[in-house]
């Protein structure tokens, strides 16, 4: 299970327990370059600064939400490229289709499952 031993992963999410989690499985999935922030504006802050191989974004989020930082992510030259992959409560039929159509590579209705998660890794990377 540890295939991701290159990739770094930054997670965007506003509540520590879900922070907590998907850490807990990103690592378990073999990935050592974790890093979490709280909200879409420091993760866009830490993307530009630093960038990653995979950003897991929550939508509901406080300041700037998983789409309008997704849209950001896609609209700037320097993070256009970076794997999103949009995790969220909402399962919404819109709510996929607007993540698609402004770019996600994966979207993820929660609760996230290690065996799920690791799907969604492998659609994602299989095409770099």
């Known amino acids: 299970m540890k295939k991701f031993t290159s990739k770094s992963v930054l997670i965007a999410e506003d509540h520590s327990a879900a922070r907590k989690i998907l850490t807990v499985l990103i ?10 922030v709280a909200n879409g504006v420091e993760a866009l802050a830490r ?10 974004v929550d939508w509901n989020m406080p300041e700037m939400d998983g789409l309008e930082l997704l849209k950001a992510i896609r609209a700037d030259k320097n993070t256009e490229g970076t794997k999103v992959l949009m995790v969220t ?3 919404d039929r819109d709510h996929v289709l607007q993540a698609i159509l402004a770019g996600a590579d994966g ?13 969604k890794l ?7």
Do not use: N
């Open 122 to 128: 492998d659609d994602i990377f299989r095409e770099c």
């Open 107 to 119: 979207y993820l209705v929660k609760p996230v499952t290690i065996e799920r998660l690791e799907q």
């Open 27 to 36: 690592q378990k999935l073999g990935v050592t370059q974790v890093e979490s």
């Open 89 to 91: 409560a909402d399962d």
């Open 47 to 56: 993307i530009q600064v630093q960038p990653a191989d995979l950003l897991i």
